[in-house]
């Protein structure tokens, strides 16, 4: 009887957590390059309730199809197994801003922290530091670094990734920086470290960095921010769902108190 406790107990902790990325997905909606995740679940080890039976012939000379009965298996709950990041391209917003980015494929954006270590991006909605340096919105600078003179007028970022900057409204740009893209085998095994960044693992592979257009890593995009690939219609579909879900487990935690209520007061 309290096995009906604990079954309930694991769903209404799994369904908890799977609405905690429901509306994490949905509140992230609108942050630029943000990917949605999803939960995978996977059923706990099953109590074995009859051992599958030896087999019913005797003498396995005379019958060669030895026939066994089944076991049987109860299960006894649910978890999380993992959560994955669909890594899909999201569609692309045109902006205003010539530090607005976007990439066309599958690379990152590679950033470099304070404490030397290097973290990926989809989101390529650059700034400059006081002394001209791209960097995220976070303040973690673009690796290779690429520096603005103070001076230009014009910046100009071509699908290989060359940086342009046109001086004192010199007639001709001159080439200021390159930018390079990350791809890896296994993105999903990407570390998700915040602020829209994620780190390199043992899963994910080693970064291979390349020009932008070569190697599948993706063109680069100017005046153009990724949106997230959050599709809202099927979240608040998963969110309804997980409502229902939770309301049944409420239900059947209901039915085995009312059961067990019984069992007690039989004489």
Known sequence: MFQQFNISRSGFGTYQKMMF???NNIANAQTPGYKQTRCELATLFPVILQEAEVKYAQDEDLNPYIKKKRGIELGTGVRIEAISTDFSEGNLQVTKSDMDVAIRGEGFFQFRKPDGDIVYSRAGNLAKDVDGNLMSQSGYVLDPPIRIP????????????RV?????????????????LARFNNPDGL?????NFYQ??????????????????????????????????????????????L????????AGEQMLKAGMGMT
Do not use: C, W, Y
């Open 21 to 23: 990325n429901i509306t």
């Open 150 to 161: 103070t001076n230009a007028t014009q910046i100009t970022i071509d699908p290989e990734g």
């Open 164 to 180: 342009f900057a046109t001086v004192n409204n010199d007639s001709m740009p001159r080439e200021i920086g390159q930018m390079l």
């Open 191 to 195: 570390k998700n470290v915040g602020n």
């Open 200 to 245: 390199e693992t043992l899963d994910s592979g080693e970064a291979m960095v390349e020009i932008p257009g070569r190697n599948a890593t993706g063109q680069v995009v100017q005046f153009s921010i990724e949106n997230s690939n959050v599709d809202i219609i099927k979240e608040m579909m998963d969110m309804i769902m997980t409502q229902k879900g």
């Open 247 to 254: 309301e049944l487990l409420g239900k059947a935690m209901q």
